[in-house]
């Protein structure tokens, strides 16, 4: 439990994180905004503006939403390498506290063993 297989996968955890959406909205963003153009030339072309409008008013207020995330900040990536150094650092000072207690060390064993 103290070796570099369980935290390298806690590692993996931690790095996963919140994932960067950004190229998707963007890209959602876009495809509103032409979808706003194309019913707007319905529009232009005769169709009726009673019509058209709630779906205008739709797309826009996704557009809305959409806009508001990308201008979210968004939250700073751990720094992976320096927590790597400090769960080392703190296995190695586990490992050293309970070879020097034994019985600590075997309770803390039958402990996890029995799931609590």
Do not use: C, Y
Request: proline letters at 4%.
């Amino acid at each position: 439990m103290l070796g570099t297989r369980f935290i390298e996968e806690l590692l993996a955890l931690v790095d996963k994180g919140d994932e960067d959406n950004s190229a998707h909205l963007v890209a959602e963003s876009e495809r509103l905004h032409r979808e706003v153009s194309n019913l707007l030339d319905l529009a232009a072309s005769g169709v009726s503006a009673e019509t058209i409008a709630p779906k205008v008013r739709e797309r826009q207020a996704a557009l809305a939403k959409i806009e508001q995330q990308l201008r979210t900040p968004r939250p700073e990536r751990p720094n992976i390498d320096k927590l790597r150094d400090a769960l080392h650092k703190r296995a190695a000072e586990w490992r050293e506290t309970l070879r020097s207690e034994p019985k600590v060390a075997r309770v803390l064993l039958r402990l996890l063993s029995s799931g609590h």
